[in-house]
């Protein structure tokens, strides 16, 4: 699909972004604010060199809906590549270049997308907890089963019951050996559960948000 062509100006034979650093700085010093244009520059400057740095840690499925340039997108892939420091550093210098010349909308698009990878990394943290408070349910309380099945119909119901029948034998042996100031140790079977809600509630999840897992893996 091809990309809406970028609205500027010409300034000395050289092209201007409308919303582009360049384009913020000449506005001040028309109004005669040079001073306070080199300040404001530095902090916007910063803000687009960190966005740049976020980049190389967002989604591919998110990364996909941007319309960004191709250079800037592989340069975004070859900082990914790269192991080594100094190189790492040059190559998001580079990017950082590469940002200062987006128009302030593509900017405000990767925020928009940052922020929502932000919001998916927030729920993350949910489901984590989720899946810990069902694990423990379905240990404690038989009628907890009956109300996860309703969750996960497809659920292996006789693995379920096996383990968590393991997990109560496992607690019962733990805590009949415990000594006062041990740590508490979980055997195989208690982790298992908590694994099997886990991926059934993050399944549950990239249904309703759209997604694939290839998009969370990254």
């Known amino acids: 699909m091809a990309r809406k062509p970028t609205k500027g100006y010409f300034v000395k034979g050289h092209f201007v972004a409308e919303g582009s650093e360049l384009d913020l700085e000449l506005k001040r010093e028309l109004k005669g604010?040079?001073?306070?244009?080199?300040?404001?520059?530095?902090?916007?400057?910063?803000?687009?060199?960190?966005?740049?740095?976020?980049?190389?840690?967002?989604?591919?499925?998110?990364?996909?809906?941007?319309d960004l340039p191709d250079k800037l997108l592989e340069a975004v892939a070859e900082a990914k590549r790269i192991t080594n420091f100094e190189g790492k550093r040059r190559q998001m210098q580079f990017i950082g270049k590469l940002m200062r010349k987006l128009d302030e909308a593509t900017v405000q698009t990767i925020e928009a997308a940052l922020a929502v990878q932000h919001q998916g990394s927030a729920a993350d943290t949910l489901r984590l907890h989720l899946a810990e408070q069902w694990r423990d349910r379905l240990i404690a309380d038989d009628t907890a089963l009956t109300e996860w099945l309703a969750l996960d119909a497809a659920a292996d119901l006789q693995r379920l019951r096996s383990l968590i029948r393991q997990a109560r034998k496992d607690a019962q042996e733990q805590a009949a050996a415990e000594r006062?100031?041990?740590?508490?140790?979980?055997?195989?079977?208690?982790?298992?559960?908590?694994?099997?809600v886990r991926e059934r509630l993050d399944a549950q999840a990239r249904a309703e948000a759209g997604d694939t897992p290839e998009d969370t893996a990254h």
């Open 180 to 196: 006062p100031g041990e740590a508490v140790r979980h055997g195989k079977s208690y982790r298992e559960i908590f694994q099997l």
């Open 33 to 66: 604010d040079v001073e306070v244009s080199k300040t404001d520059l530095k902090k916007h400057s910063d803000h687009l060199q960190h966005l740049g740095e976020q980049l190389l840690t967002l989604r591919q499925g998110l990364m996909l809906k941007l």
